[in-house]
Every structure is written in C-alpha cells, then in structure tokens.
C-alpha cells in the first residue's frame, strides 16, 4: 500500500473516531448533563417484551434482565410487570436474532459463533403521556464458541445470549438513569 493510500486511510480512521466520541470541533467534547428520569417518576412499568424474533423465551431473558438492572441501579424506583399504577413503562420488542460462524476450526466446522440481537425500546411518562426515550435499532453482538472436543460439548447459546441481556440492560438503565441527551451549547 502507498505511503498516500496510508495517510487517507489514517485521516479517515481518525475522523470516525471523533465523531463517534461527540467530538464537536470548536465546541469540544459536550459530556451528557441532562438528569435521567424526571423526579416524579417513582414506578416503572416493565411488561414482557415482544418476541418478533421467533426465538423461544428470548423477551424474558431481556423483559427479566431489564427489570433486575432497573432494580439495581434504579436509585429507589419501584418496578412492576403491570402498567396499571406505574409513572413510566419501559416497552420492548426483540426483532431479530442472528447467529453465524466467524472462525472455522481445521476441518471446516465453525467454533465461535457471533450473535445479533437487534431490538426497540421506548420509554413513555404515563402522567404527560410523553415520551422519554426512544431506540427503534438497539442492535447488540456477542460472541460463543464450541470445543473442538465432541466429548466436552457444551452449547454456548443461552449462555451468550444471557450476556447479551445483561449488557442490553446495563446500557438502557445506564442510559435511563444518567440522562437521554447532550446539553446544547448556547
């Protein structure tokens, strides 16, 4: 490769870097400073998630891992499965679950697997009736491997797949309890 072809290549590595990390030219980096939920918000709702994805049990694994993290780290919020009585309710559907080999092993078979779990979240105040948050493309990968060794067989889907809810969770309560945007500059 041309010393050139590098030095485009380069500029480009760096731009994507910087606008993935809310780089704003001359205004800087603008950290989020917006509080999360508002104050009145005391009980939220997190009925089952919808499963598009035609994958069993899956929207329990997240509804659950949705619930347990808004729990956790909740800060005293209350949480339900019923809407009925709730400030907020936080609807889900998982739309589509992926999974195909990324790295074969000698004889051809695929040992680690990367999955796909794409999925959409609103978050609705249910005393304005407004809504507070809302992601239509929550996409996350993870990966899962298979030994070599027919003997030790382990399936490493469920597994994975509870990772990802996990991680699914932590960031959308993350995202929940910290704040939803970035402060403009005036």
Not at 130 to 147: K, W
Not at 163 to 173: G, I, W
Request: include cysteine.
């Amino acid at each position: 490769m041309s010393l050139s072809r590098r030095i485009v290549r380069a500029g480009a590595v760096v731009a994507l870097a910087l606008v993935a990390s809310g780089w704003r030219g001359c205004g800087g980096y603008e950290a989020v400073t917006k509080g999360g939920l508002p104050k009145q918000i005391k009980t939220v709702a997190v009925p089952p998630f919808q499963n598009q994805a035609l994958r069993y049990k899956i929207e329990s694994r997240f509804t659950g891992a949705v619930m347990q993290e808004l729990i956790r780290r909740g800060h005293g919020l209350r949480v339900q499965p019923e809407r009925e009585g709730a400030d907020a309710v936080v609807d889900g559907v998982i739309r589509n679950f992926y999974f195909s080999g990324v790295l074969l092993d000698r004889n051809g078979r695929a040992r680690i697997f990367e999955v796909t779990i794409t999925g959409a979240v609103t978050v609705r105040d249910q005393t304005t009736n407004r809504v507070l948050y809302d992601n239509q493309n929550y996409v996350y990968r993870g990966e899962f491997e298979f030994t070599s060794d027919p003997r030790s067989f382990f399936n490493e889907e469920d597994p994975a797949v509870e990772r990802l809810s996990r991680k699914f969770a932590e960031d959308l309560v993350s995202t929940l309890v910290n704040g939803f945007g970035v402060n403009e500059k005036k």
